[in-house]
């Protein structure tokens, strides 16, 4: 009998530490209000390296692969505003929002080089947008919050800011209800 390989949907992120997930539930509580998904706190992070789908094999040697090797030094990711996105087109998500330092972007270039020196991983699709520093906290249609959009995309502006220690392997398990995500490996800067 023939078995399909089991694919998973792996992505590279940097998890929230709890301290900031806390910060950031009180903040939105003001916006609780308005009737669109939010998403829980559990699966607040930042994309580094957009979802793939791996075969078991895969998912075993990129662990091997990013654990076996240091990334750089900590950094320190600052958040300065809650706003409507993404930016350019009509808002579907509210986001957490912040300014890009410079180690962010090279420590995703290094991700990038890491996992294309490796040809027995599948070859990661070019990203085409830029990357934008920020934690998807709700979700919704299109047009929904058209009135609120039309005045603002900015909801309020915030002072937060974490030390990145690591960095995580994480897999997304799509469902009706929305996403949920795991975090299978720690990857230490």
Same mark, same amino acid.
């Given at each position: 009998?023939y078995h399909k390989?089991?694919? *998973?949907r792996?992505?590279?992120?940097?998890d929230?530490? #709890?301290?900031?997930?806390? !910060?950031?539930?009180?903040? /939105?509580? #003001?916006?609780?209000?308005?009737?669109? *998904?939010?998403?829980?706190?559990?699966?607040?992070?930042i994309t580094?390296?957009?979802?793939?789908? %791996?075969?078991? !094999?895969e998912?075993?040697?990129?662990?091997?692969?990013?654990?076996?090797?240091?990334?750089? !030094?900590?950094l320190?990711?600052n958040?300065n505003?809650?706003?409507?996105?993404p930016?350019g087109?009509?808002?579907r998500? /509210?986001? @957490?929002? &912040?300014?890009?330092?410079?180690?962010?972007?090279g420590?995703?270039?290094? @991700?990038e080089?890491?996992?294309?020196?490796?040809?027995?991983?599948?070859s990661?699709?070019p990203?085409?947008r830029? %990357?934008? =520093?920020h934690?998807? =906290?709700a979700?919704?249609?299109? &047009?929904?919050? !058209?009135?609120l959009?039309?005045?603002?995309?900015?909801?309020g502006?915030?002072?937060?800011?974490?030390?990145?220690?690591?960095?995580?392997?994480?897999?997304?398990?799509?469902?009706?209800? &929305?996403?949920?995500?795991?975090?299978?490996?720690?990857?230490? =800067?």
């Amino acid at each position: 009998m023939y078995h399909k390989r089991m694919k *998973r949907r792996i992505f590279i992120a940097i998890d929230l530490p #709890q301290e900031l997930k806390t !910060r950031v539930e009180e903040i /939105i509580k #003001q916006w609780h209000w308005l009737p669109i *998904r939010w998403v829980k706190p559990e699966n607040w992070h930042i994309t580094l390296i957009p979802p793939i789908y %791996l075969e078991e !094999r895969e998912l075993e040697l990129l662990k091997t692969l990013l654990q076996d090797r240091r990334f750089g !030094r900590r950094l320190t990711l600052n958040f300065n505003r809650v706003v409507l996105a993404p930016p350019g087109v009509p808002a579907r998500m /509210i986001w @957490l929002e &912040g300014e890009i330092p410079p180690e962010l972007a090279g420590l995703k270039k290094k @991700l990038e080089r890491r996992w294309a020196e490796e040809a027995r991983l599948p070859s990661l699709k070019p990203e085409h947008r830029p %990357l934008h =520093l920020h934690v998807t =906290l709700a979700r919704f249609r299109p &047009g929904e919050l !058209r009135e609120l959009e039309s005045k603002t995309r900015v909801l309020g502006d915030v002072e937060l800011e974490f030390e990145v220690k690591e960095m995580a392997i994480m897999e997304a398990h799509l469902k009706p209800s &929305g996403a949920e995500y795991a975090k299978l490996a720690a990857i230490a =800067l």
